[in-house]
């Protein structure tokens, strides 16, 4: 009688196996961080941060977990940006919730914030053009509890995030979502002791230095200036200082290599403007424009 081969046992799935697997398979698809996203999406997964994570590396995985573990992977193997795989991402510390229709928070973005206490008087008010997910507009009130906060977006669908964001922190008495373009957003509102912006500065005819994913996944409404002007943006929000700022205010914007130049010498040559700057971010890439109104607002 012949005796039958034994069966073998089912390969364990464990943490440590589907984490190597994972960076070899987003390695081979040209994945940018191939460990940390593998690192990251199993994490979302199983409900772990990264330093459970390492210490879990014996457990096993159930067919339920190594289904949700593929099919992130098949989006971040498509180059989807891991923060929308994961719903949020981290802006100072905070955790701000993202989706498609918000940019994701970038490190550059958190270093404009460090400008801000110096710019801004006790109680003053600040109006955050182009907010987005809102995370510039909630870790100025959060680092300045005495200050009042109106965050604009054109995008009725960034400003459902930035609303979600804003109450999770607790912010929605300091912080005052407007939907418009620009200053129309404000209409009504009294003069802000401090403008702040991170407006979309990037030639849709020429996207020089656009990541693929950026230009692939993020909101094209936020990346964009008007076709061959790059300044377009910063145009837009110098228009409506008068009225709209404080004599004496600031202006703190972010901008990128494309129109860094171009916004410049546009607000040098501003009569209103003073204290015109470019400053660069810890990269040594120029980043920040500052400057501070001296004309007089004009009664709203």
């Not at 289904?67 to 971040?76: G, V």
């Amino acid at each position: 009688m012949e005796s039958k081969p034994a069966t073998q046992p089912a390969p364990t799935h464990t943490v440590l196996s589907v984490l190597r697997a994972a960076e070899q398979w987003l390695t081979t698809r040209s994945v940018d961080a191939p460990k940390r996203s593998a690192e990251l999406l199993l994490g979302k997964v199983l409900k772990l941060d990264r330093l459970k994570l390492y210490l879990a590396f014996d457990r096993p995985l159930d067919p339920v977990e190594r289904t949700a573990m593929r099919e992130l992977l098949a989006r971040r193997g498509k180059h989807e940006p891991v923060a929308y795989l994961l719903g949020e991402w981290s802006f100072r510390g905070h955790t701000i919730l993202v989706g498609p229709d918000v940019l994701i928070p970038r490190p550059e973005t958190e270093e404009l914030i460090d400008f801000v206490p110096p710019l801004l008087p006790q109680g003053g008010r600040v109006v955050d053009f182009g907010t987005g997910s809102g995370a510039i507009a909630i870790a100025i009130a959060l680092l300045r509890p005495d200050v009042q906060v109106v965050a604009t977006d054109i995008s009725e669908r960034a400003l459902s995030v930035a609303r979600r964001n804003v109450e999770q922190h607790g912010l929605a008495g300091r912080i005052a979502l407007r939907q418009g373009s620009w200053w129309a957003a404000c209409a009504g509102e009294a003069p802000f002791d401090l403008l702040v912006s991170n407006p979309p500065y990037i030639d849709p005819a020429d996207p020089q230095g656009l990541a693929a994913d950026v230009a692939a996944f993020e909101p094209a409404q936020a990346l964009y200036s008007a076709s061959g002007d790059v300044a377009s943006c910063y145009r837009a929000l110098l228009q409506g200082l008068p009225g709209g700022l404080v004599r004496g205010g600031h202006i703190l914007c972010e901008t990128g290599l494309q129109a860094a130049e171009p916004a410049l010498q546009m607000m040098r040559a501003n009569p209103a403007l003073s204290d015109v700057e470019l400053r660069c971010d810890f990269a040594r890439l120029p980043r920040f424009l500052l400057a501070r109104y001296a004309g007089a607002a004009e009664a709203t």
